[in-house]
């Protein structure tokens, strides 16, 4: 993957220079240490310095046996060890918030999924513990609703209209003319501007833009130009208004490709023309239903385990309704005259509890807070029929969050208490995690955008729904509803994170199908190496760590399989296998022992697999060199047996499964696909062995040679596109290997394209040495008395060799005795010429 290039736009770098914490703070102060910086920070305009500590957090206690394991666990931003809540100390509960299933998966998803899935892994098959493990999906959600409300009409509209009509025509431009209006807007431009004038008011006001879509369009790659937020909204919005212009300059012919061109400015054109409709349930479920399983499809191509169970929030809707309604009937939530209900942030404190355990500093952050509330919400809610007068008409402080939206027409609903509404995003995580898993959970995860204030306001929620029935005493006398909150790092593009709405996106599948070395091993392994809860930048060099680490593992567990399959066929010929314990065994047996301490130590420190991935090669280099002095197999072996173990723990085999159902029947032949073939391909390459011996030892006839060719295809071509190398030994069997079958074609080509390049070579060669004995010829073919007749000279003697030069002037001695000379070698090759002419 080349490395990006961030093109930034005015508005952003205006933007960031703005952010106030990060300016009220110094230049010398960087973005990454806002928060830290934040709590020292005693007053100003910010809430006061208490406030912002996280609250003390309490430590789960049992007397059971646990290993020594510690986890990073952002309620307390420090590694504490880890105590189940079960007396046993074997059952761990874990609640991870799913994906809100309306577009594809990309690699932050990707980055997420597969990292949780490491950890969760590592815990249950490498420390044994038996985990119940929750996720949801979110298939009740402002953006699924938006999306496939418009869909839905653009369909209908489409049906209506299946031809390019006058009236489609007309209705688009006003479509057109919306958008424009609401970009130009924002970007303070010419209102004046139609379709046929956009082009030329684009390129003066946006031309690094514009130049960048022609781009696209002309079909050059623009794969490195990566543009930051505003930057790529604004070049989308360029994108769509660009070509919808011409569309509708010059209408295509086929309507299919016209709507295709136009639907971006049709959308929301046609939803607001719809605005007091209602639609059957089906309209949203479809949409969410589809993404629900292009994303379990995803992450089964991941290796990403699937959860013990799946809540989807449009299945638990008496549930959250009841959950609110607790909520209310303790004091903590209020409703609006809307028939919305908003969590109370000020009753929650005022009872004693803390709000914002996880990142107190972020509290009040308007933006994050109205991004947690989603697109459909604000106030426009207010704007309803008011059911209750005495009820507040909007919610009473800017931090309070819904809990219940109130639907308007075109947004699915559901009875309530309040009126028909539905859950609001945070809420069902509250909702289900407490219905499955109970008031007290171990572990709960999910990205670190997550935390604030979906996290905290999760914990509010839960934490007011069960105080008091805690089973342990707390530290401030509240309610701890989560244990560990466990957070996975983002995956960065140039230090801003991948995400949807910043358009940066490269899908799970796109990344997968455009090659370049990204496969699901290989994003698990740039996992792997890099820690659970830090952030991941994408480069080129990630890659190529990934790549080596693969391929050491690879070559290891390639040859191993090789000298064992050979082993065992020698063990089967009745050949004595000698197991030699020497100096060289005791230190590779060491080597072994504290390779396995070193790991669990590493796995145990809040799981530090960029360190075990680090312990793994090096105890393969190792092993390695043992090899090439030894043929003993025991400790090799036993070697490679371990490292399979762990990286099938890391979940780095896909075709390994720890989670298969049934077994397979006594009867039927067991093994993979490379133990039932191998008797076979050893007959083969037996005999192969035989007939290029014969060949070799005869290698003059003809017969012979045609033998040898055979042998040669055999290994080259037939067992190669079959996915078995031979390597040909001198004083042994070839050595059989199960290797890709692309990775053998590949290094075919390269070696056809090397002996192509001698083959150049050498016909280059022979031209030359034709040309240079032609050159030779052309000159025997001149007479010795002729050779000198050049205007150089003006006398010469008898026999044409020169006496004067040029001017008249007698020549030197020495110079006459070099003329001589080159006369007489002129004359031996004439005359030698003349005999052949003769003949
Ligand atoms: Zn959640």
């Not at 990073?72 to 100390?89: A, C, E, H, I, W």
């Not at 930057?231 to 490709?257: I, V, Y």
């Not at 559901?414 to 898993?437: A, K, N, T």
């Not at 030699?580 to 130590?601: F, G, H, Q, V």
Request: proline share 5%.
């Amino acid at each position: 993957m080349p490395l990006p290039r961030i093109l930034a736009s005015a508005a952003t770098t205006a933007l960031r220079t703005a952010i106030p914490t990060t300016r009220s703070l110094g230049p010398t102060v960087l973005f990454t240490q806002r928060h830290q910086t934040l709590r020292h920070c005693s007053s100003g305009n910010m809430a006061t310095a208490q406030r912002r500590e996280q609250p003390p957090w309490t430590r789960p206690e049992s007397s059971a046996p646990l290993p020594p394991l510690s986890i990073y666990n952002t309620l307390t931003r420090q590694k504490d060890p880890f105590v189940p809540l079960d007396k046993s100390g074997k059952k761990v509960t874990w609640y991870c918030c799913g994906p809100t299933v309306y577009d594809a998966a990309h690699l932050g998803h990707a980055r997420n999924y597969v990292t949780t899935d490491i950890v969760r892994r590592i815990m249950r098959d490498y420390f044994g513990f038996n985990i119940t493990f929750v996720q949801n999906v979110t298939d009740v959600d402002d953006k699924i609703i938006l999306r496939a409300r418009q869909q839905h009409l653009f369909e209908e509209y489409k049906a209506a209209n299946p031809k390019i009509t006058p009236e489609v025509l007309s209705a688009t431009e006003k479509a057109w003319t919306a958008y424009f209006t609401k970009i130009a807007k924002a970007d303070e431009g010419d209102l004046t501007t139609v379709p046929s004038t956009f082009e030329a008011w684009a390129t003066r006001k946006h031309e690094p833009l514009m130049a960048l879509i022609h781009k696209e369009l002309a079909g050059e790659s623009v794969e490195g130009e990566l543009l930051d937020e505003d930057a790529s909204k604004l070049k989308m919005h360029l994108n769509t208004l660009f070509m919808a212009s011409k569309a509708l300059q010059t209408p295509p012919t086929s309507a299919e490709e016209f709507y295709g061109t136009c639907s971006s400015v049709l959308l929301p054109y046609i939803d607001s023309l719809n605005k007091d409709r209602t639609y059957e349930p089906a309209v949203f479920s479809k949409l969410s239903r589809y993404w629900e399983n292009h994303f379990n499809e995803d992450m089964a191509t991941l290796n990403v385990l699937p959860p013990t169970t799946v809540t989807r929030v449009s299945e638990f809707i008496p549930e959250n309704v009841a959950f609110v309604q607790k909520l209310v009937d303790r004091g903590y939530a209020y409703p609006t005259a809307d028939g919305s209900v908003y969590f109370d942030i000020a009753a929650y404190e005022a009872a004693g509890h803390h709000y914002a355990k996880l990142q107190p500093w972020n509290r009040g952050d308007q933006s994050l807070i109205a991004d947690g509330e989603g697109a459909l919400t604000s106030d426009k809610a207010s704007t309803l029929p008011t059911s209750d007068s005495s009820l507040p008409a909007k919610k009473k402080a800017d931090q309070d969050f819904a809990l219940w939206k109130a639907s308007k027409a075109g947004e699915p609903s559901w009875e309530s208490p309040w009126g028909q509404g539905r859950p609001g995003w945070h809420i069902e995580c509250s909702v289900m995690c407490s219905e499955v898993l109970g008031g007290e959970i171990d572990i709960h995860s999910g990205g670190i955008d997550l935390a604030f204030p979906h996290h905290d306001n999760e914990i509010a929620q839960s934490e007011a729904y069960w105080d008091g029935c805690a089973s342990h005493a707390t530290a401030d006398g509240r309610h701890q509803w989560i244990n560990y909150f466990l957070h996975m790092g983002h995956l960065k593009i140039h230090g801003s994170k991948m995400s949807k709405s910043l358009k940066n996106f490269v899908s799970v599948r796109k990344a997968l199908e455009r090659g370049g070395g990204w496969t699901p091993r290989m994003l698990r392994i740039v996992f792997l190496q890099g820690g659970w809860k830090d952030g991941i930048e994408v480069r080129e060099g990630v890659l190529s760590a990934a790549k080596s680490w693969e391929t050491a593992v690879n070559k290891f567990f390639t040859n191993v399989k090789a000298l064992v399959t050979e082993e065992t066929a020698a063990q089967a010929a009745g050949t004595h296998i000698p197991q030699p314990w020497t100096k060289l065994e005791a230190d590779l047996s060491k080597e072994l022992d504290s390779t396995r301490e070193k790991l669990d130590a590493a796995l145990c420190d809040s799981f530090n697999t960029p360190l075990a991935m680090q312990l793994l090669v090096d105890l393969i280099s190792t092993t390695n060199i043992y090899m090439s002095s030894t043929t003993n197999l025991a400790l090799v072996k036993e070697i490679a047996r371990w490292i399979t173990r762990i990286t099938t723990i890391f979940g780095l085999d896909n075709n390994s499964s720890p989670d298969r159902i049934g077994w397979t029947s006594e009867e039927s032949s067991t093994g993979n696909a490379e133990e039932i073939a191998m008797p076979y391909l050893r007959l083969l390459s037996s005999f192969r062995d035989s007939v290029r011996a014969l060949g070799i030892s005869d290698s003059k006839s003809d017969s012979a040679k045609e033998l040898l060719r055979l042998c040669d295809k055999l290994r080259d071509i037939d067992l190669a596109d079959l996915g078995v190398s031979l390597d040909d030994r001198d004083s042994a069997n070839a050595l059989i290997k199960f290797v890709p079958a692309e990775e053998l074609r590949a290094a075919r080509e390269e070696k056809e394209r090397k002996a192509a390049e001698r083959e150049q070579k050498k016909e280059e060669a022979r031209l030359k040495r034709e040309e240079e004995e032609r050159k030779k010829q052309e000159q025997a073919k001149v007479d010795p008395v002729t050779m000198f007749r050049t205007e150089e000279w003006s006398e010469w003697d008898e026999q044409g060799i020169p006496t004067k030069d040029k001017e008249g002037e007698e020549i030197t001695k020495s110079r006459k005795k070099a003329l001589t000379k080159a006369w007489e070698q002129q004359k031996k090759k004439f005359e030698a010429y003349q005999k052949t002419v003769q003949k």
